[in-house]
């Protein structure tokens, strides 16, 4: 059983492209949820969705950013025009059900530098 | 403002020697608290965790503390091993059920196995 997938491990783009995070959660897992690990400081809860709803966007910044987790395919974090302070990791975790953080798997991340 | 952080941002410790990871936090709101172990590119996993009416709690090789008096949490490893080296972060939140958007996660601290 395959754990939770993230791709690309590692984004680069300039100022102003747009960049987007692909999230496969584990087999079997319909919620999904995505973090932010800026360097040297702890994860941040951006967003939580499950199949093509969006049930918790509070962490999400109000502009520039969007997510998706739709029927058919991976959950989608998009980031427009980013900018040098979007540089951080981005984690996907899934589970079962909605109950609680200790029923979250992580995938490895995806590592986002903006030049 | 709430946080939670840690007292030592590295440590060192001898294969099988027992390791102790310290954590602060300053809400005495905060009921519920989970250790993560972070592998140098990979994403959080789970350990342990341990809620507010409990003063210890036991998992294989691992033990989790927690003194409410001096809002402190430490997470002691026994018989320290290399594949234990990792940065190790806590969290915290005000209810066990609660998946992720008001957790408040430390920073990290770097434990290095030397054999």
């Known amino acids: 059983n395959a754990g939770v997938m993230q791709n690309p491990r590692h984004l680069v783009r300039r100022r102003g492209q747009e960049a987007r995070l692909r999230c496969s959660p584990m087999k079997g897992h319909s919620h999904v949820y995505w973090y932010r690990q800026l360097p040297e400081e702890g994860l941040k809860f951006m967003v939580y969705l499950q199949k093509e709803n969006i049930i918790d966007e509070s962490g999400m910044p109000k502009e520039r950013f969007s997510a998706e987790f739709p029927k058919e395919g991976p959950s989608i974090l998009r980031i427009q025009q980013v900018v040098r302070g979007d540089s951080a990791a981005y984690f996907c975790a899934s589970s079962p059900t909605g109950g609680g953080a200790h029923e979250q798997y992580f995938g490895p991340g995806t590592r986002l530098t903006v030049t | 403002g709430e946080s939670v952080g840690l007292h030592l941002p590295t440590l060192s410790v001898q294969e099988g020697d027992n390791s102790i990871i310290n954590c602060a936090y300053s809400n005495s709101a905060s009921d519920y608290f989970i250790w993560y172990k972070q592998e140098s590119g990979k994403g959080p996993q789970f350990i342990i965790d341990?809620?507010?009416?409990?003063d210890k709690r036991q998992g294989q090789r691992v033990t989790v503390l927690l003194n409410k008096t001096v809002k402190h949490l430490s997470l002691q490893i026994a018989a320290t091993q290399p594949g234990d080296s990792a940065v190790y972060f806590c969290?915290?939140?005000?209810?066990?059920?609660?998946?992720?958007?008001?957790?408040?996660f430390g920073p990290g601290t770097r434990l290095s196995v030397l054999p």
């Open positions: 969290a915290e939140n005000h209810t066990p059920d609660n998946y992720g958007q008001n957790f408040v």
């Open positions: 341990i809620r507010s009416n409990m």
